[in-house]
Each structure stands twice: as C-alpha cells, then as structure tokens.
C-alpha cells in the first residue's frame, strides 16, 4: 500500500485517508471526486536530487495547486487525500476530494457534483483553425505550482561544477581548474 497524504499531513494509511474524507466511516463512491494528475518525466526529475525529495516536492505542488482550485470554487474548504504514483512512465497523483464543501460567502454546504468545465483539460481551435489542448483551471494552477517548485529546486541546488568540486581531491580539483583555463583559452581565441 502506497501512503497517502493531505493538505496538512503525511503518511496517511487508508483508514486514516478515509477518516480524514468523512470524519469516522469509510466513504461511499457517490461522495468523492477522482481525479489522476500526470507529470512528464523530467518536471518531476527537476524537483529534487532524490527520489524522495521529488515525491515531497511533488506534494506541495499538489497542496499549492488544491488551494487555488479551493479559491476557484469559492470553497471555504476542499477535503481531499492523494496519492503519489510511480508506476507507469509518468510520475502521477491520483487525488481523491469529497464533493460537500462550505461556499465562502453563504457558509452553505454545496456539493460539487461535476467540476465546471473551465476547471477541466480539454481542445479548442485557435485563430489559425489549428486545434490545441487547453489545461483548465485544475491544469494551470498544478503548472504554475510545478514551476515555481522546480525553479526553487533550480535555487536550491548547488550547480553540478560545485558538487563536483566539493567531492573532488586536489589532484582533481586541479586538473578541473586547468581543464576550465583550456576552455576560457580557446573560447577567447575563437574570439
């Protein structure tokens, strides 16, 4: 069993997903939403030096991207549970919510019984006739949560020169120095 995780916690087995969907009982198929988010390969890969590093990275594009759609809807609160899956060529989390929710502004509950359309991926033609896949709002908000996790990875990370020379003895320090020195040489000569 993979372990889940929610908007505040990590390592959720099953029961406790369940209790944090429905407060006690396990949840019947007719209150929740599910939804499979996929990555490419090398977003995920940009996330982190590690496999479990990408995996919690992963998780807060996932919360960041929960909270916009929480917005978009004008809920006061999603429950929601996902899970991180590894298992076909693309990283991807399969995300659970429950349909009841608290609207912000009349503190009713609602029930969210199909995702409005702009939330979901679909086609459209553009000027040219030219058909091209739109995100939706659920695409867009875990893009732009993906990006600005893999651009602090990017800040993060020291650049590969500086790994290699932190590890590096001094005869290899050396020979990267003079290597450096070479290709400074011919580039001013290219020049």
């Not at 693309?90 to 609207?103: K, M």
């Amino acid at each position: 069993p993979r372990a889940l995780f929610s908007e505040r916690e990590d390592g959720l087995s099953y029961r406790k997903a369940d209790q944090a969907l429905t407060g006690v009982w396990a949840p019947t198929k007719d209150e929740l939403l599910h939804l499979a988010v996929s990555f490419h390969e090398g977003d995920f890969n940009a996330l982190g030096n590690d496999e479990s590093g990408r995996q919690q990275q992963l998780k807060e594009v996932a919360r960041e991207a929960m909270v916009e759609m929480t917005e978009a809807l004008g809920a006061r609160k999603l429950i929601w549970v996902a899970g991180i899956h590894r298992n076909t060529a693309h990283p991807h989390l399969h995300l659970i919510i429950h349909r009841d929710y608290l609207d912000r502004k009349t503190e009713q509950v609602k029930r969210l019984g199909r995702l409005p359309k702009e939330f979901l991926p679909g086609r459209e033609k553009d000027g040219n006739g030219q058909e091209r896949i739109k995100p939706g709002r659920i695409g867009q908000g875990f893009e732009r949560s993906l990006d600005r996790r893999i651009e602090r990875a990017r800040q993060e990370a020291p650049s590969r020169d500086e790994r290699e020379q932190k590890q590096a003895t001094p005869e290899l320090r050396e020979r990267g120095a003079k290597t450096r020195n070479d290709r400074l040489t011919l580039g001013r000569a290219m020049v």
